[in-house]
C-alpha cells in the first residue's frame, strides 16, 4: 500500500488576493461594467457574484439576464482561477511579480451550456482549474442563481505563457 505525502496548504498573502481583486474588480473595466465581485479567491479555485441590474437584461419580458453576461462572467471567472493557480504555483515569488503574470493569460475556448433561464435578483459565479500545464490551462465553471441551482455550465482553456 502507498502512502501519499500530505497535501500543502497554501495561503495566498493579503497582497496578492487584495492585488487580483483590483486587476478582476478595478483594472478589467469590462467586469466593472458587468458588476463582478470577487467573493473567494482560492490555490486552484475562485467564485464571484453579479448582483441583477436593468443593464443586464437579456429578454424583456422575463427579466432574464443575457447569455452574454453569463459567458463572459464564466470566461472571467474562468481566468480568474487559472490565476490563482499561477499564484499557487509561484510561492517563491513575490506577489507583485506573481500579478505581473496575468498579463499573459488569454482565452482560446469558451464552451457555454445554457441549462435553465438566469432569472434571479443575484447569481453565484464557481471555477475551478481542472489542469494547469506550462502552456495551456483547462477550467469547468458554474453560473447559479441564489437558490444554488445551476444555471450554467462552463469549460474555458486559457494560454498561460
Request: zero cysteines; hydrophobic letters at 40%; aromatic letters at 6%.
Amino acid at each position: 500500500m502507498r502512502k501519499h505525502a500530505a497535501a500543502t496548504v497554501i495561503e495566498f498573502e493579503p497582497e496578492y488576493v487584495g492585488g487580483l481583486k483590483n486587476i478582476f474588480e478595478e483594472m478589467i473595466v469590462f467586469n466593472q461594467l458587468l458588476g463582478l465581485k470577487v467573493t473567494s479567491i482560492g490555490p486552484d479555485r475562485a467564485s464571484g457574484r453579479i448582483e441583477m441590474r436593468r443593464e443586464l437584461i437579456g429578454h424583456y419580458s422575463h427579466n432574464r439576464i443575457h447569455g452574454g453576461v453569463i459567458s463572459a462572467s464564466l470566461d472571467a471567472m474562468g481566468g480568474l482561477a487559472v490565476m490563482a493557480a499561477i499564484g499557487a504555483r509561484h510561492m517563491d515569488e513575490t506577489p507583485a511579480q506573481r500579478l505581473h503574470r496575468f498579463g499573459k493569460l488569454g482565452t482560446i475556448d469558451l464552451r457555454i451550456d445554457y441549462l435553465r433561464p438566469g432569472i434571479g435578483d443575484r447569481f453565484e459565479l464557481r471555477a475551478e482549474v481542472l489542469r494547469l500545464g506550462s502552456r495551456v490551462a483547462t477550467t469547468r465553471m458554474e453560473f447559479l442563481g441564489a437558490d444554488g441551482k445551476l444555471l450554467s455550465a462552463g469549460a474555458g482553456t486559457y494560454i498561460v505563457s
